[in-house]
């Protein structure tokens, strides 16, 4: 399957715990982003990198929340000190980049589920 | 504030009926209109949509895009129980994607 792949599928955690999550795009898409949805809601950009370098942050992103790509391939979204209004599906999309000023499609992964305590 | 809006929010048909489902946007640096299906899981791509008046069509899904009134429809005709989803129409604005809440259909034989 080449398709965006989440890690873990599912997470529980307690109020207070670090919790971290990977995404692997598929092969060779340059851009990756970061989506957050709650139950009844549409997908919340988060963050998305262009290779390594991080471009856009959301003002949803506090401090707590860091996501990193360091090589351009992977990527981790960490929520420290989570709280139980970080429940949600985590999801992880990527885009090819063709070229300047044409926009692509974004392939979404399964996401993570995080359910806080 | 960008936003997106998505009508009706939730919609039950009989297996063979067609439905419409309407999204409008009010969104600077516009690039292009995607929809997408998600059931019980992540989003798959439909559509990406980028010029007015111009049909994408695929099986018996088609949608059609209006730039002047900012809005676009997704029709799905002969329904089937697989249909059964929520369907997101999402506004790419510079690089991000703007989602709507999401039209709930639910297809009964």
């Known amino acids: 399957d080449t398709g965006v792949s989440q890690n873990p599928r599912h997470k529980i955690t307690k109020r207070g715990q670090n919790v971290t999550f990977r995404c692997d795009p598929i092969?060779?898409?340059?851009?990756l982003y970061w989506y957050r949805q709650t139950l009844g809601q549409g997908p919340e950009f988060l963050t998305y990198f262009q290779n390594e370098a991080q471009l856009e942050k959301s003002r949803l992103l506090s401090d707590r929340f860091s996501a990193e790509r360091p090589k351009g391939s992977f990527s981790t979204l960490e929520i420290q000190r989570t709280e139980q209004g970080d429940s949600a599906m985590y999801l992880c999309?990527?885009?090819?980049?063709?070229?300047?000023?044409?926009?692509?499609?974004?392939?979404f992964g399964p996401g993570t589920r995080l359910t806080v305590l | 504030e960008d936003k997106v809006v998505q009508s009706p929010l939730s919609l039950v048909v009989h297996e063979g009926d067609t439905v419409t489902l309407n999204c409008s946007y009010e969104?600077?640096?516009?690039?292009?209109l995607l929809w997408y299906k998600q059931e019980k899981k992540a989003p798959t791509f439909l559509f990406m949509l980028?010029?007015?008046?111009i049909e994408k069509k695929s099986g018996r899904l088609s949608s059609i895009l209006d730039k002047k009134e900012l809005f676009s429809i997704l029709n799905i005709t002969a329904t089937q129980t697989g249909d059964s989803a929520v369907y997101l129409c999402a506004v790419s604005n510079t690089d991000k994607l703007i989602f709507g809440t999401g039209t709930r259909l639910q297809v009964f034989p």
């Open positions: 999309a990527s885009s090819p980049l063709r070229s300047r000023g044409i926009h692509n499609e974004q392939f």
């Open positions: 969104v600077t640096n516009f690039r292009s």
């Open positions: 092969s060779e898409h340059n851009r």
């Open positions: 980028t010029s007015s008046g």
